[in-house]
């Protein structure tokens, strides 16, 4: 895995947009519906369109990485980000069978589909019983379902923000 300087930078913009909405739009979620949704809508947006932007295996666990350090950084107590750290690198590796292009031809929106909704339940059973101490059939059925539905909405929002900058004649690394 080689980053260029163009990789380095979509790496830490993304970083901190992942940050950025961690902070801001993920506890929304709680003091709405005492539901994580939104969290994973933050992390799955952001990786979707840094592996849309990058097309390089690395960049989403990077992102996953770095993002997280810089959230408990800034608020110590948001262990659950080491849940959806390690399901960024699932996500890197599930992202590898369409070779990390995040486009609308169909095998690569299956494939980004897939990667998000494995990835998001994943970090869902990791935080539920890891971080929240509950027990394996609660975070099986319960807490991973509602992670992989944040993560859907972060899908569903981020894959037209991926069309509308292709149509605009903005291009992702491996669509240019």
Request: hydrophobic share 60%.
């Amino acid at each position: 895995m080689h980053f260029k300087p163009v990789d380095i930078a979509i790496i830490a913009v993304f970083s901190a947009i992942w940050a950025v909405l961690n902070l801001t739009v993920g506890p929304l979620g709680f003091t709405l519906f005492q539901l994580p949704i939104f969290c994973d809508f933050s992390v799955y947006f952001t990786l979707l369109l840094a592996t849309w932007a990058s097309g390089k295996i690395g960049t989403p666990s990077a992102v996953g990485i770095t993002g997280a350090f810089i959230v408990l950084a800034m608020r110590p107590g948001s262990m659950q980000m080491i849940g959806f750290s390690a399901s960024a690198f699932l996500f890197d590796i599930l992202m590898i069978l369409c070779k990390h292009e995040v486009r609308l031809k169909p095998y690569n929106f299956f494939v980004a589909s897939i990667a998000t909704m494995a990835s998001a339940y994943f970090a869902g059973v990791i935080i539920g019983t890891v971080f929240m101490g509950r027990a394996l059939g609660w975070a099986l059925t319960f807490w991973g379902v509602w992670h992989l539905i944040g993560g859907v909405i972060g899908l569903v929002i981020a894959m037209p923000v991926v069309g509308v900058l292709e149509k605009v004649g903005v291009k992702g690394a491996k669509s240019a």
